[in-house]
């Protein structure tokens, strides 16, 4: 009765672990917007971005200074960046009223979004 115990409480521990270690990853994940576990590498993650339709909508007269500010550096080379102060007009047309916009596959969100969300919108 006792090593059954003692098993019982020895699993019981280690799932405990296993789930503060998930719910630790998905918080900083959601936080930083930075992968702990990342499933597959940076270069498949790019290959994946390169077949999706991203916009992402700007209103800056430094846009350069302004992308440096978001988190994509590595991942703007498979993004379609749009200036809305070069023409106003056509992100009217667009409904595009608030900044940053992302458009991922038609879906539009009108915020700046983490890391993980992009893999989640995006499929990849």
């Not at 576990?37 to 971005?49: A, I, R, T, V």
């Not at 102060?85 to 009108?110: A, E, G, L, R």
């Given at each position: 009765?006792?090593?059954?115990?003692?098993?019982?409480?020895?699993l019981s521990i280690l799932t405990l672990l296993i789930l503060i270690l998930y719910f630790?990853?998905?918080?900083?994940?959601?936080?930083?917007?930075?992968v702990v576990f990342e499933g597959y590498s940076k270069n498949e993650f790019h290959d994946c971005l390169k077949t999706q339709n991203i916009t992402l909508y700007m209103l800056s007269n430094n846009l350069n200074k302004s992308l440096s500010e978001l988190q994509w550096e590595e991942e703007l080379?498979?993004?379609?960046v749009f200036n809305c102060v070069d023409d106003k007009d056509y992100c009217s047309n667009q409904?595009?009223?608030?900044?940053p916009t992302w458009i991922i596959?038609?879906?539009?969100?009108?915020?700046?979004i983490s890391f993980s969300e992009l893999s989640k919108y995006s499929g990849c």
């Amino acid at each position: 009765m006792g090593v059954i115990k003692k098993i019982l409480v020895t699993l019981s521990i280690l799932t405990l672990l296993i789930l503060i270690l998930y719910f630790a990853s998905d918080i900083i994940t959601k936080t930083t917007g930075k992968v702990v576990f990342e499933g597959y590498s940076k270069n498949e993650f790019h290959d994946c971005l390169k077949t999706q339709n991203i916009t992402l909508y700007m209103l800056s007269n430094n846009l350069n200074k302004s992308l440096s500010e978001l988190q994509w550096e590595e991942e703007l080379p498979y993004i379609k960046v749009f200036n809305c102060v070069d023409d106003k007009d056509y992100c009217s047309n667009q409904k595009i009223n608030s900044f940053p916009t992302w458009i991922i596959n038609t879906k539009k969100i009108n915020r700046d979004i983490s890391f993980s969300e992009l893999s989640k919108y995006s499929g990849c």
